[in-house]
């Protein structure tokens, strides 16, 4: 099956800075979006991005499908942003095209 | 905005017990999925359904079984507990397999003792 890697698989960051967050996976994808889930358990939709470049605040995402990784953007962190961060994927076809494939997520901890 | 919701927040069974977990999307969508989600292995596709009474296996059905008899209701059934039954379970919802953009309900931790 497809494999999704995330990287860092903890980051602890300061109040006010910016972090990176990459994801990379095996094979063509037709669906590629990024979780936050918070601390009771709800997976919150971040982007859908199988492709291109995005934004949403402080918050931004780009995926270059061609060479198969993904990036999630924080800027300007707060408190609230801490939590796991999932990258999600499913195949263009075939087998298994239904199915998001999870990476095991990034732990964000933002300190004051 | 898309809504997905479950039936519990939080849930407590005996082993043995005959559970039904509920969830219920009001988009129309076509597809929708339950997963498990347990520390250090991640969430994991238990069934999917693309039509009403439609149904197929993810990676790890033994043990559930499920049933979609509305378009907008998908249950997952767990017809004897066990304890390795314990986990968090959430479901999800997307509107066609072109994009498979996939939205989460608030998720039901399930404790089987």
């Known amino acids: 099956g497809i494999q999704v890697e995330q990287s860092p698989p903890d980051l602890i960051l300061q109040e006010g800075a910016n972090s990176t967050l990459r994801c990379n996976f095996s094979?063509?994808?037709?669906?590629l979006q990024w979780f936050h889930q918070n601390p009771w358990g709800q997976l919150i939709n971040l982007f859908y991005?199988?492709?291109g470049t995005k934004q949403n605040g402080r918050l931004s995402a780009t995926t270059v499908a061609t060479e198969r990784y993904s990036l999630l953007y924080i800027s300007s962190s707060q408190t609230t942003d801490s939590g796991v961060y999932f990258c999600?994927?499913?195949?263009?076809?075939?087998?298994?095209?239904?199915?998001?494939?999870f990476g095991k997520g990034t732990k964000l901890s933002v300190i004051p | 905005d898309v809504k997905v919701t479950q039936s519990s927040r939080y849930l407590v069974k005996r082993t043995g017990e005959k559970v039904f977990l509920e969830c219920v999307q009001d988009?129309?969508?076509?597809?929708m999925f339950w997963y498990r989600q347990d520390p250090g292995l991640g969430l994991r596709l238990i069934y999917f359904?693309?039509?009403?009474?439609?149904?197929e296996k993810g990676d790890i059905p033994e043990g559930y079984s499920v049933s979609r008899e509305k378009k907008e209701r998908f249950s997952l059934i767990l017809e004897s507990a066990s304890t390795n039954q314990t986990s968090m379970y959430l479901c999800?919802?997307?509107?066609?397999?072109?994009?498979?953009?996939?939205?989460f309900g608030p998720g039901t931790r399930l404790t089987v003792t």
């Open positions: 999800a919802s997307s509107s066609t397999p072109a994009t498979n953009e996939q939205y």
């Open positions: 094979d063509s994808v037709n669906n």
């Open positions: 991005i199988p492709s």
């Open positions: 999600a994927v499913s195949r263009s076809s075939g087998a298994g095209s239904y199915q998001l494939t």
């Open positions: 988009m129309d969508h076509e597809n």
């Open positions: 359904s693309y039509d009403v009474k439609m149904k």
